[in-house]
């Protein structure tokens, strides 16, 4: 669905048309019409002008009965005609994010290219269709992002500037019709049109189409420029066709055209005889109401106790010019039958009116002719006031999944300014409130609610942030409590006291209550009544070992939460996890924390003085509490990737860190590129065995469903530093997948990512095997998301990296290292999880894999037309995994295998001059690793050669003419026969004749 370098391109286009256009006091050119230049602030205070905001309610559109000046003649020189407004006090855009909302990436910039609109088929919420503004149309599911073509425009398209495929509205009556119509501008003719294509449900879900071929064009107009195109097209309570055509740079005040207007007409085009301007000869007769600028979206709003027809309307580009929101009503359908119109004030020729007020003004109340006011409007300002603003008309919300105060509210956007607000409304239509839903929502061009009710916004914006939003809500009430402790790792000596602060909170409100609900003799609690408490620990000599704490919050509903607290009890003098190596120095003072002899900073295994060397495999971790007591967490670490520059302690956060599978919360902005701490690169040494492939293995899970390209977590293996090793990593990068990289220790870095979007998500578990071969002197990687299959990952130049030999070498009499690794590089935090370690050779490879050995069986002749088997049953894996097969004709006249799968595939050996080898090869694939064999099939000649008739004769017979061959002579019945061959044929004893 990518096009970047088009979508660069017109974003360029469109930085250079604002330039100029804004020199010629033209409206500027983004997608939408006004933005092209990053804007400097977000709309916290955007205000409404006059004391109140409009509103319109049903009964709001003035008939002939009313009090205001009306005409009853089709005219645009009609008197004044102005809605009453109605102050409602809501003049200010609120900056409230409710909790409980939660927006996800359905579809990244590196997804989509310029997404323009979006709908959902009646009823449907599992899929709905994006339009491209290259003339592209995707049906995507709505849950996965997957996607397929729905329908290509082909290349009888104009993408210039805002040209393009706008809008789209399926029929009222799909169910029984399958229509669907667009808005869009072919290339030839030069026209904005509206055509009905019919809809192609196939299979159903991603195997929908729409039909091309059976385009009906509706409604066009002449383009009088490729800017401001509009619009939008829907249905409304009549069903008629509506649209909001932009003015084109152009007046739309004036009402000859049907620029800056409303249109209405019927679905077979002809427009509805209650329009009021039919029969004007000055007025185009679709025309329905004008003065609008640049009205890029609309729609209908049935379903509400007001009827609405919302118009965002984009605003000129200075100060004080206004983003407006303007409503139609069914009214004015009723009272449109008399001839009564409605004028939303944009005149580019005359000035005209934005928002209640003539242009360039903010006082002077506007007097044009059946001027309506906006809903909503809020005004450019300031240095950024050309490129501040552009509003995107939304959706009215009537489903059920948010809150109750959402029921009926209007959803709109901002383009420019990159947030989402919505209005709710009192009883009679006027305006609440008006607040925000979102302040980081780059480039809206269009929205809607799915009937399940989850919203979806569609992005499009000049910092190529463009893509698909969902937004769900989860009601935040009645949670369980938070609970904190200050350390979930605590040592302390006999006859010594040591406490741990407890913290605890509830989203719901209220205090939650603390208590101990299980813990050793010399532990006790306090709750402080205020949402904190204190465990404090008093052992004795006799209390010597490990044991766990559990402190528990509950809150007003009943909920609980609990945290685990390891305790370590070690004897006065002796090592524990407070002074590894008991020499009485506390490991924060102690630059060497097990003596052997390594600064800390540099040792690998700085807990650990055999650094590894008396490990040997396998190595279990199973991260649950004290399950490797005397360790780092007590999980089974002995140090972190070193630096050179930072103590080992100094590399992690204790507070950070929960041990029940080990999480590291809020992994923080961090590197393994160069030195840094906060990598959490946990590590262990171990004795490598002598020519035994090594497997390190581990779970992980965490990564969050729209994680960033430098958000990673996985595995690594190497010296213990941050110079030489590999990591084999989830990651965000490439839309989600697996990254595999190597650092070589002289400054090289270099890395592959196999894209599978699989891994994304917090609570999908993969599992990572980096598989050392010291034989091969090679590295690689393979994963495995849930229960999938193994993939193999991807190194930089190929299926593995060179092992380098310095990294198995323990004549320093320190041990290679393995161990975890993460890293969130200018992305947010993140929490991760390791579910387990293990570190095996091939006889306790756990769940690594050794590779298959492919056998294509023994080379073969044969005679040509025989039926020949080829036959990879030899084929062996060690681990017993089952093998699948993939067999491929090398060389050879080409035969036709019965199945290229097959263990023991089938031919017919060909006919053939002589003799021929056909060579065949056989990968065999265990799921993780593939081996490949060849064989080789000789193929004989058996025809018997005859060799050429040089005389034949007709035995007792005439002579017979042959057409193309030699002819049968005449038997003379001579004896002895005249009719063996002669010498000059090589025979020198007619006794014994060649047979010819």
Known sequence: MTNSKTRRLLAVLAAIFMITASMAGVAGASIVGDAGTPHASQVDTATASGDGVRSVSDTAAPSSGDSAETTTKNSLKSQTQRLERLDSGAGTLADIQEPGFQKDTLLSDSEVNQPMAIEFFPGDSSRFLLLDKEGEIWIVDSDTGNSQVYMDLGDNLDTSSESGVVDITIDPDFKNNNQFYLYWTPGSPDVTRISQFTHQENSGGLSSTGDASSEDVVWEADQSGNFHIGGSVDFGPEGAIWLTHGEQ???????????????????????????????????????????LRNPFRSGWDLQGDNP??????????????????????????????????????????????EGEFEAGSTSEECDLPNHRAPLYDYQHTGAGASTDASVTEGTAYHGDMFPSEYQGAYLFADQAEDWLGHIT????????????????????VDMEASPDGALYVVRQSWQDTNGVEKYTYESPTDTEPDISASSTDVSVANDTTETVDITASDADGGTPSLSMVSGPSYASFTDDGDGTGTLTLSPSASDEGSDTAIVE?????????????????????????????????????????????????????????????????????????????????????????????????????????????????????????????????????????????????????????????????????????????????????????VEFGMEDGEGNWNTATVSDSSVLGPDTQTELSIVVDPTTETITGYYKVEDGEWQQATAANGDSYELPSAWLDTSDDVAPAAGLISTS?????????????????????????????????????????????????????????SLTYSWLQTSGTSVTLSD???????????????????????????????????????????????????????????????????????????NPSPYLLSPEFGVTNQDQPENL
Request: hydrophobic share 30%.
């Open 249 to 291: 740079n152009g007046l739309g005040g004036q009402g000859d055209d049907v620029y800056g207007k409303v249109i209405r007409v019927n679905p077979d085009g002809s427009a509805p005889a209650t329009n009021p301007f039919v029969d004007d000869p000055d007025v185009p007769d679709e025309v329905f109401a004008y003065g």
């Open 308 to 353: 609405r027809y919302y118009i965002g309307d984009v605003g000129g580009n200075s100060d004080p010019d206004f983003e407006e929101i303007n409503v139609l009503t069914p009214a004015d359908i009723s009272n449109a039958s008399d001839g009564e119109y409605v004028n939303f004030g944009w005149d580019g020729e005359n000035a005209g009116c």
């Open 425 to 444: 409304f009192n009883n009679d239509g006027s305006i609440d409130q008006v607040n925000k839903l979102d302040d980081e929502l780059v480039g809206a």
């Open 553 to 737: 919050a509950l809150d007003d509903e009943g909920d609980t939460a609990q945290v685990t607290i390891s305790l370590s009890v070690f004897l006065q003098g002796e090592t524990s996890n407070e002074d590894w190596d008991g020499d009485g120095i506390p490991n924060d003072e102690d630059v060497n924390d097990d003596n052997d002899g390594l600064d800390d900073t540099e040792d690998p295994f700085a807990i650990d003085p055999d650094n590894g060397m008396d490990t040997d495999l396998p190595i279990e971790f199973s991260l649950e509490p004290n399950s490797e007591p005397g360790t780092i967490h007590n999980v089974g670490f002995t140090g972190l990737m070193t630096t050179g520059n930072h103590d080992y302690q100094d590399l992690y956060d204790e507070s950070q860190v929960t041990v029940d599978s080990l999480t590291v919360q809020d992994i923080p902005d961090n590197d393994a590129n160069s030195d840094h701490p906060g990598m959490y690169g946990y590590q262990t040494g171990f004795n490598p065995p002598s020519d035994e492939t090594i497997y390190i293995n581990t779970t992980v899970s965490g990564l969050p469903s729209d994680a960033q390209a430098y958000q990673l977590l996985g595995a690594q293996f190497g010296m213990g530093d941050q110079s030489n090793y590999v990591k084999l990593v989830t990651t965000g990068a490439s839309g989600g997948g």
């Open 825 to 881: 590089i200018n992305a947010p935090s993140f929490d991760g999880t390791w579910h387990d370690f293990e570190v095996s050779t091939s006889a306790d490879a756990g769940d690594g894999n050794s590779p298959p050995t492919a056998d294509a069986g023994s080379d073969v002749t044969v005679n040509e037309g025989t039926s020949v088997t080829l036959d990879a049953s030899g084929s062996d894996d060690q681990d017993d995994d």
């Open 900 to 974: 290229t799968s097959a263990e023991q595939p089938t031919f017919t050996a060909p006919e053939v001059s002589g003799s021929e080898t056909l060579a065949f090869e056989v990968e065999v694939d265990d799921g993780q690793a593939t081996d490949t064999d060849t064989v080789s099939v000789t193929v004989q000649d058996t025809d018997a050669d005859t060799g050429a008739a040089l005389y034949r004769v007709n035995a007792a017979g005439p002579e017979i003419s042959v057409s193309g061959g030699t002819n049968w002579g005449e038997d003379t019945n001579a």
